[in-house]
């Protein structure tokens, strides 16, 4: 079975710093790799994914992430992130047999100061 | 083309009663996934429809069911309403090429409230 895990339940950072969300997950067969943003009061929105290939993926709003095989990783990062960043952001996971059953992370609540 | 809409958005109900909420995937999507997301359990998957065949199953007791009709619209069923059946259920639809299936589009949710 897969499983996902962000390691930060809540991630403070000052407005046009950088940040690094954290996911780790484990799967004994091969999977795709997302996150996922969530608004207040909306539904989830697919930030980015790792399907194979290169390993740093880009997706929109200016994040990217980092496939790690070895490491079994899959963080998210944004060089400076602005006000409109404040949201939740879910890691999830899924295997090639069943793309659409996703397993989602517990998920990192991202508030930006001023 | 329109998103995912979900209908009610918000709605409350009592212990013991059944729930039917409704989902309109994306115009051309065949699948149509469910999802629970409570504060404690996070976002946990309930089940997916395609071309109205159940395709995958989460782990929730049969108090929960769904179905999809010929034109993709799906609903989902609860019945005898537990406290803990309060939660945010998101719909998600995803293209119809299997390829595809991973990307999923979200609709904004129905909010059930049981009291």
Known sequence: AQSVTQLDSQVPVFEEAP???????????????????QYPNQGLQLLLKYLSGS?????????????????????LRK??????????YFCAVS???????I???????????P | KAGVTQTPRYLIKTRGQQVTLSCSPISGHRSVSWYQQTPGQGLQFLFEYFS????????????????????SRSEMNVSTLELGDSALYL???SPPDRESS???YFGPGTRLTVT
């Not at chain 1, 397993?103 to 100061?113: A, D, H, M, P, Y």
Request: aromatic share 14%; net charge positive.
């Open chain 1, 19 to 37: 940040v690094e969300l954290r996911c780790n997950y484990s799967s004994s067969v091969s999977v795709y790799l997302f996150w996922y943003v």
């Open chain 1, 55 to 75: 390993t740093l993926v880009k997706g929109i709003n200016g994040f990217e992430a980092e496939f790690n095989k070895s490491q079994t990783s899959f963080h």
């Open chain 1, 79 to 88: 060089p400076s992130v602005h006000i409109s960043d404040t949201a939740e």
């Open chain 1, 95 to 101: 295997r090639y047999s069943s793309a659409s059953k």
């Open chain 1, 103 to 113: 397993i989602f992370g517990s998920g990192t609540r991202l508030s930006i100061r």
């Open chain 2, 52 to 71: 109205e065949t159940q395709r995958n199953k989460g782990n929730f007791p049969g108090r929960f069911s769904g179905r999809q009709f010929s034109n």
């Open chain 2, 91 to 93: 719909c998600a639809s």
């Open chain 2, 102 to 104: 991973y990307e999923q």
